[in-house]
């Protein structure tokens, strides 16, 4: 076994280490999400040829100094655990390109030393007990991928717009009450996501932003869209539970990439001939993600171009799972998926179940 170079035993109720591991220094990819891991053994900083490391969804504390050898590492997973700082050795990784710190809920401030990271081009720091980002943030220009939803923040810093890179933002879940404006210097956006952060107005300036093409405002207090909107390349539009009561003319061309659930709609004059549309949009919610892939799989030229959109974007963000839990993906969920599962449809992709 000295030779092995990949290791994944997810959801194996290991607990300790095991001993026979010891000795797997060729490693390159270590997976332990779901293990019940407390305790990681020093001798984990032996593996120096790893680059991948994933231990999500464990009961860590911390990690053992020895972490600072793995020189190589790349992407390191501590997503759902119970940490109550930033393990100080990570600072000795700095190649490292992907941090999954989501879901360590004790975790109240990220240290200035996290600059240093500055290859990181994804950084989870969802779900923590953050009440502010620190300024070292702005280090890490090259970041592509940054997830900060579910904290307490009130605002985003005006260093936000040294992120020029910034591809796909989650931000949801958090009490800014406006749209931040920072947001607007983000032009290379692609993917935006303030789900249930108190927003009652789209600025005018969202359309500067040219390469959004899938925006999640779902549970907030919005009633209109401006009509700068139109020169987005929407794939899709998500405002579903907001406080709707009529679809503009604006809606009416965009609405078949949109999501409307639990708006407070009036149908009435030239709407009226786009109910039909509506409720065939509403209506295949309906329906599982699993049953549309099944679908797609047998027979592709069955789905409306309306599914085939909602298919791409749920199995990325893995919903056939969200919806048997009823909840909010979070955004470890959605690293994984992009990892383990890729989708394609009209756009190229190809679905692997």
Same mark, same amino acid.
């Given at each position: 076994?000295?030779?092995?170079?990949?290791?994944?035993?997810?959801?194996?109720?290991?607990?300790?280490?095991?001993?026979?591991?010891?000795?797997?220094?060729?490693?390159?990819?270590?997976?332990?999400?779901?293990?019940?891991?407390?305790?990681?053994?020093?001798?984990?900083?032996?593996?120096?040829?790893?680059?991948?490391?994933?231990?999500?969804?464990?009961?860590?504390?911390?990690?053992?100094?020895?972490?600072?050898?793995?020189?190589?590492?790349?992407?390191?997973?501590?997503?759902?655990?119970?940490?109550?700082?930033?393990?100080?050795?990570?600072?000795?990784?700095?190649?490292?390109?992907?941090?999954?710190?989501?879901?360590?809920?004790?975790?109240?401030?990220?240290?200035?030393?996290?600059?240093?990271?500055?290859?990181?081009?994804?950084?989870?720091?969802?779900?923590?007990?953050?009440?502010?980002?620190?300024?070292?943030?702005?280090?890490?220009?090259?970041?592509? @991928?940054?997830?900060?939803?579910?904290?307490?923040?009130?605002?985003?810093?005006?260093?936000?717009?040294?992120?020029? @890179?910034?591809?796909?933002?989650?931000?949801?879940?958090?009490?800014?009450?406006?749209?931040?404006?920072?947001?607007?210097?983000?032009?290379?956006?692609?993917?935006?996501?303030?789900?249930?952060?108190?927003?009652?107005?789209?600025?005018?300036?969202?359309?500067?932003?040219? @390469?959004?093409?899938?925006?999640?405002?779902?549970?907030?207090?919005?009633?209109?869209?401006?009509?700068?909107?139109?020169?987005?390349?929407?794939?899709?539009?998500?405002?579903?539970?907001?406080?709707?009561?009529?679809?503009?003319?604006?809606?009416?061309?965009?609405?078949?990439?949109?999501?409307?659930?639990?708006?407070?709609?009036?149908? *009435?004059?030239?709407?009226?001939?786009?109910? *039909?549309?509506?409720?065939?949009?509403?209506?295949?919610?309906?329906?599982?993600?699993?049953?549309?892939?099944?679908?797609?799989? @047998?027979?592709?030229?069955?789905?409306?171009?309306?599914?085939?959109?909602?298919?791409?974007?749920?199995?990325?963000?893995?919903?056939?799972?969200?919806?048997?839990?009823?909840?909010?993906?979070?955004?470890?969920?959605?690293?994984?998926?992009?990892?383990?599962?890729?989708?394609?449809?009209?756009?190229?992709?190809?679905?692997?179940?």
């Amino acid at each position: 076994m000295k030779n092995l170079k990949i290791l994944n035993i997810d959801r194996n109720p290991l607990e300790n280490f095991p001993e026979s591991f010891r000795n797997l220094v060729n490693l390159r990819a270590l997976g332990l999400r779901f293990t019940n891991l407390e305790v990681l053994p020093d001798c984990i900083g032996n593996f120096k040829k790893l680059e991948i490391m994933i231990l999500g969804n464990n009961n860590l504390l911390d990690l053992p100094s020895s972490i600072k050898h793995l020189k190589k590492l790349k992407i390191l997973d501590l997503s759902e655990n119970n940490l109550t700082k930033v393990p100080k050795c990570l600072k000795y990784l700095k190649y490292l390109k992907e941090l999954d710190l989501n879901g360590n809920k004790d975790i109240k401030v990220i240290p200035d030393w996290l600059g240093v990271l500055n290859k990181i081009k994804y950084l989870g720091i969802s779900d923590l007990s953050l009440d502010f980002l620190p300024p070292c943030i702005k280090e890490l220009k090259n970041i592509t @991928h940054l997830a900060i939803s579910k904290n307490n923040l009130s605002a985003l810093p005006d260093f936000f717009e040294n992120f020029q @890179h910034l591809e796909m933002f989650y931000a949801y879940n958090n009490n800014f009450f406006c749209f931040p404006d920072v947001i607007r210097k983000l032009k290379k956006i692609e993917f935006l996501d303030l789900d249930g952060t108190y927003i009652s107005e789209i600025p005018d300036w969202i359309g500067e932003l040219i @390469h959004l093409k899938e925006l999640c405002l779902e549970n907030n207090l919005i009633k209109s869209l401006p009509k700068s909107i139109e020169n987005l390349p929407l794939k899709l539009l998500d405002l579903s539970n907001n406080n709707f009561r009529t679809l503009s003319n604006i809606l009416q061309k965009i609405i078949s990439i949109s999501s409307f659930k639990d708006n407070k709609l009036v149908e *009435k004059g030239q709407e009226l001939a786009n109910r *039909k549309k509506f409720e065939e949009l509403i209506d295949f919610y309906k329906r599982t993600s699993l049953e549309l892939a099944i679908q797609y799989n @047998h027979e592709p030229a069955s789905l409306t171009d309306n599914e085939k959109i909602r298919l791409e974007w749920e199995a990325m963000i893995l919903e056939l799972r969200i919806i048997e839990m009823n909840s909010k993906p979070t955004d470890s969920l959605v690293s994984a998926i992009r990892k383990r599962l890729v989708v394609e449809l009209s756009t190229g992709y190809k679905i692997m179940m």
